[in-house]
C-alpha cells in the first residue's frame, strides 16, 4: 500500500504528495484508517496555508498539514483495541487530509449505516458551534443570532433551528450567504453594515437577542454583535480571534447589560465526562450522527463543492485569495 497526502509547502501554496503508511506497531490502542471523505475547514486551514503566526496551532513554518474531520473505513486495528474493529465505517476527528491515517481509537465514531461518508465527513466541524450553543445554556424559544456565516456560522443556524432558538437572526455582508441562512431555518438575515442594523436586530427580537453566536473572530464583529444583545444575554466567542488589536467598550456594552462572554473554541471542553452545558468531542458527535441518522439534520445539502485530491495545489490556491470560501470537501476513493 501506498500513502498520499495534502502538505501547505508555502505560504499560499498546497501539494499532494507521497508519504510514509502510519504504522501502530507500537501504539495498541491506535486504528488505521483508509480515508473515503475529508472536509476543509476554511478559517482555520487557510491561517496554516499563509503561515499566519497568530493562528491558533502556532504554525509559522513549512510544510505542514491540516484537515481534521473525514470519514473511512478501519483496515487496521491495535492489539488493544475495544472500540471498534477492522472494516467499521467511522467519522474522524483530529486527522490530517491524508489516504491513511492512524488516531488513536477514541477519536473515531461508528458512522450509521444509513449516514453518508460525505455527511459523516462534516461531524467533527459540526460539533463547534454545537459546543457553543450548549455553553449558552440556550432555552426554548429565546432569540438567537449568528454573526458570520462561514462553514460554522451556517451550521450553527441549523442546530439553533434544532435546539428551539425563535426568532434566529443571520448576519453577512454577503447577500448569498444570508439567502441560504434563510433557506436554512433562519427566520431574518441582515447585512451588519446597513444603516440601522442593530436597531432592526432588537426590533425583530423584542429588545435584543438573548444568546449569539460569533463567528467572524473579528474585533469589529464582536463588537457590532454586542450591539445586537438583550440584558444578560449571552456571547460565544466560537470565531478563532487572530488579531487582538482591537477595542470592546465593556462598560456600556458588557458590564452594564450583564453580558456573559463565553470561550467556545472546540478545545475547551471535558476530557472524558458529559454535563449540562458541557459535552464531550465523542459525545457530541455521536449526537451530530444520530441527528443525521433520524433525518433532523441535513448536513449533505451544505456542501458546495467535491474535488479529487490531486486538485488540491487549485483548491488551496483559491483558499489563498478568496475571502468567502465554499463548503468544500475531498473524495479520497478513486485513489
Known amino acids: 500500500m501506498s500513502n498520499k497526502g495534502i502538505f501547505f509547502v508555502a505560504s499560499g501554496v498546497a501539494e499532494l504528495q507521497d508519504k510514509e503508511m502510519p504504522d501502530i506497531s507500537d501504539k495498541p490502542n491506535y486504528i488505521i484508517v483508509k480515508t ?42 491495535g492489539n488493544a483495541v475495544k472500540k471498534v474493529k477492522v472494516g467499521d465505517r467511522v467519522a474522524c476527528r483530529w486527522t490530517t487530509h491524508s489516504l491513511y491515517c492512524a488516531i488513536d481509537q477514541d477519536l473515531a465514531e461508528i458512522i450509521p449505516d444509513n449516514v453518508s461518508f460525505e455527511e459523516a465527513a462534516l461531524t467533527n466541524i459540526a460539533t463547534f458551534p454545537m459546543a457553543a450553543i450548549r455553553k449558552c445554556r440556550l432555552e426554548l424559544a429565546e432569540s438567537a443570532i449568528v454573526m458570520g456565516l462561514g462553514v460554522l456560522g451556517i451550521f450553527a443556524i441549523e442546530e439553533l433551528k434544532l435546539a428551539g432558538a425563535a426568532p434566529i437572526v443571520a448576519v453577512d455582508p454577503i447577500l448569498e450567504k444570508r439567502e441560504l441562512a434563510i433557506k436554512l431555518g433562519a427566520d431574518y438575515a441582515f447585512d451588519p453594515f446597513e444603516k440601522g442594523f442593530a436597531e432592526k436586530v432588537k426590533a425583530v427580537t423584542g429588545g435584543g437577542a438573548k444568546v449569539a453566536i460569533e463567528v467572524t473572530g473579528n474585533g469589529q464583529g464582536l463588537d457590532m454583535v454586542l450591539d445586537c444583545m438583550a440584558r444578560f444575554g449571552r456571547v460565544a466567542l466560537l470565531g478563532c480571534t487572530r488579531n487582538s ?39 457530541d458527535m455521536k449526537a451530530t450522527l444520530r441527528l443525521i441518522s433520524l433525518g433532523r439534520f441535513n448536513v449533505k445539502k451544505l456542501i458546495d463543492e467535491t474535488f479529487s485530491p490531486d486538485q488540491a495545489p487549485e483548491v488551496y490556491g483559491r483558499l489563498a485569495k478568496e475571502p468567502s470560501f465554499p463548503i468544500v470537501q475531498f473524495d479520497w476513493r478513486a485513489l
Not at 476543509?40 to 484537515?67: H, M, W, Y
Not at 465593556?250 to 459535552?279: C, M, Q
Open 36 to 77: 473515503a471523505v475529508s472536509s476543509v475547514s476554511a478559517g482555520t486551514e487557510r491561517a496554516n496555508l499563509l503561515g499566519d503566526p497568530s493562528n491558533s496551532a502556532g504554525t509559522k513554518r513549512f510544510p505542514c498539514q491540516l484537515g481534521y474531520s473525514l470519514s473511512g473505513v478501519i483496515v487496521e486495528i
Open 245 to 283: 488589536d482591537f477595542t470592546i467598550d465593556y462598560y456600556r456594552k458588557v458590564h452594564n447589560p450583564g453580558i456573559t462572554l463565553v470561550g467556545a473554541h472546540t478545545s475547551a471542553r471535558p476530557d472524558i465526562e458529559s454535563h449540562e452545558g458541557w459535552w464531550t468531542q465523542s459525545d
